[in-house]
């Protein structure tokens, strides 16, 4: 008895799948897209909520960079900020104008230690290198056999880069008998942020085979 049903049976529950699974795979879609497509739309409010609160900060930096450009006062802004990045403290310039009086000093007075303790050490290095005779007569800093003299510092610009610190000056350079150039260049210069400070003349700043330091002029 059980075996003349048993076809039936089975002819009832194919016909059962055929007709009920589709349909439920299709309701399990339709619902996990509606459900990754809830999420999204979730994700897409909050980021636009988040915009919105945020919108006025990116509004009033614009009106205030239009009014900016629209004044006469935009570009010595931007020149005052550029000197505030390179400015250096009231104690460090009083220790750069001592160590520059003692070095046009110590120059000018033929103390030859004393202007080789304040002069760059890679120079310093440099013409050592080259012998005694060579690197005395470098520092005496003879013209024609004439004593030179550096004098009236005047500041023209600075450069910085990060620690690196360096200042050119403008001095007078001339002997007993003569001028030399009333515009010679003089750089003064700091690795450590302003705190001590060595210097180069022209020439020296110039010679390219002088290693070991960047030069932030050209």
């Given at each position: 008895m059980n075996n003349e049903y048993r076809p039936c049976l089975s002819t009832y529950l194919d016909l059962y799948l055929e007709t009920t699974f589709?349909?439920?795979?299709?309701?399990?879609?339709?619902?996990?897209?509606?459900?990754?497509?809830?999420?999204?739309?979730?994700?897409?409010?909050?980021?636009?909520?988040?915009?919105h609160e945020n919108l006025h900060y990116f509004r009033d930096a614009l009106i205030l960079l239009f009014r900016m450009l629209k004044t006469k006062y935009f570009l010595p802004i931007l020149m005052a900020i550029a000197v505030a990045s390179c400015t250096i403290s009231g104690e460090q310039e009083e220790q750069l104008n001592n160590q520059m009086g003692n070095y046009l000093q110590s120059h000018n007075n033929g103390q030859l230690l004393q202007l080789i303790g304040l002069t760059q050490p890679e120079a310093v290095r440099f013409y050592k290198?080259?012998?005694?005779?060579?690197?005395?007569?470098?520092f005496k800093d003879l013209k024609d056999g004439e004593k030179t003299y550096l004098v009236d510092?005047?500041?023209?610009?600075?450069?910085?880069?990060?620690?690196?610190?360096?200042?050119?000056?403008?001095?007078?350079?001339?002997?007993?008998?003569?001028?030399?150039?009333?515009?010679?260049?003089?750089?003064?210069l700091s690795e450590d942020g302003g705190d001590s400070w060595f210097f180069l003349r022209e020439d020296e700043y110039a010679n390219s085979s002088i290693k070991g330091f960047k030069r932030l002029f050209n």
């Amino acid at each position: 008895m059980n075996n003349e049903y048993r076809p039936c049976l089975s002819t009832y529950l194919d016909l059962y799948l055929e007709t009920t699974f589709p349909t439920f795979a299709s309701n399990c879609t339709q619902y996990f897209i509606r459900l990754f497509v809830a999420k999204k739309m979730c994700i897409l409010y909050q980021l636009r909520q988040i915009f919105h609160e945020n919108l006025h900060y990116f509004r009033d930096a614009l009106i205030l960079l239009f009014r900016m450009l629209k004044t006469k006062y935009f570009l010595p802004i931007l020149m005052a900020i550029a000197v505030a990045s390179c400015t250096i403290s009231g104690e460090q310039e009083e220790q750069l104008n001592n160590q520059m009086g003692n070095y046009l000093q110590s120059h000018n007075n033929g103390q030859l230690l004393q202007l080789i303790g304040l002069t760059q050490p890679e120079a310093v290095r440099f013409y050592k290198n080259q012998g005694d005779s060579l690197f005395i007569h470098h520092f005496k800093d003879l013209k024609d056999g004439e004593k030179t003299y550096l004098v009236d510092p005047t500041y023209r610009e600075m450069k910085a880069e990060g620690k690196l610190i360096q200042r050119k000056y403008w001095v007078q350079y001339y002997t007993n008998t003569a001028e030399i150039n009333h515009r010679y260049c003089l750089y003064a210069l700091s690795e450590d942020g302003g705190d001590s400070w060595f210097f180069l003349r022209e020439d020296e700043y110039a010679n390219s085979s002088i290693k070991g330091f960047k030069r932030l002029f050209n």
